[in-house]
């Protein structure tokens, strides 16, 4: 059976992108098959994984969505990156498909219909979203079986996440009546503030019980933004690292739920 989540929030920098790579990467120490499909047209993800100029490639994402739209075959165009996790990349041309999207059939599914076919393939399928709540998020919503929604830890971010959870309703409502929160996760979070506390109680005055937030919480660290440079993840760069670790758990957590 193979799990597809949205890691989605329309603000940038909250971080989907590293939570993306680290939590795919988290998967596949544990023995899973991972997709991660960048939904991003500024190809953080891609790059994030080695690809540096991904709007150099032969196939990424934006073509595969353009064959769908035009019921061509799909053309392959998955890389595999060395800490043995598949990368479906993405570039610029996404935001051209945003726009044929408009008049395409079934508009809100054309994602859908690739990730469909990749099931079979994978334990896991992680889609990374762009900070916007466009039609491709809602193609990536409408994809999924759940959303992780990493936020920062702090007040205003916490509270801009009304907008997201009804885009969330939404999509449920009309197009993927399945999804589900998989759970928020709190992330750069500062030892010395010391926030998880009221982060988590306002979290639950505005969002009630409806979505789960997880144990794990991510540190805030310098080490951290020294990834997507990389090209590898936070285990590649220093497995005991607390971000590592805080990784780590959030995969054990992410696993039980299965
Ligand atoms: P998004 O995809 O939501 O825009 P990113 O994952 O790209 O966010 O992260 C935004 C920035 O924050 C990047 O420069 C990234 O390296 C940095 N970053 C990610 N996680 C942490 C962390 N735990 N502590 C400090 N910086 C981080
Ligand atoms: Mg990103």
Known sequence: MCKVISICNQKGGVPKTTTTVNLGVGLVR?????????????????????????DELDVALPDIMEQI??????????????????LMPCNINLSGVNVSLVNAMSREF????????MREFYDYILIDCMPSLGMITVNSLTAADSV?????AAYLPV??????ITTIC???????????????????LNARTNYA??????????Y????PIFESKIPFSVKASEISAAGVSIFSLDKKHPVAKAYEELTKEVIAHE
């Open 148 to 152: 992780l929604i990493p936020v920062q």
């Open 69 to 86: 739209i035009m019921d061509k075959d799909v053309t392959e165009g998955i890389v595999q990156h060395e800490e043995g996790i598949d």
């Open 170 to 188: 939404r999509v449920k409502k009309h197009l993927n009546p399945s999804i589900r929160f998989e759970g928020i996760l709190i992330s750069m």
């Open 30 to 54: 544990e023995g899973k098959k991972v997709l991660v499909i960048d939904a991003d047209p500024q190809g953080n993800l891609s790059q994030s994984l080695g690809i540096m100029n991904p």
């Open 208 to 211: 009630g019980d409806s979505v």
């Open 159 to 164: 509270k801009g996440l009304e907008q997201l």
């Open 197 to 206: 506390k009221d982060i988590m109680e306002l979290i639950n005055e505005y």
């Open 110 to 117: 054309v994602l859908k219909t690739y990730v469909e076919s």
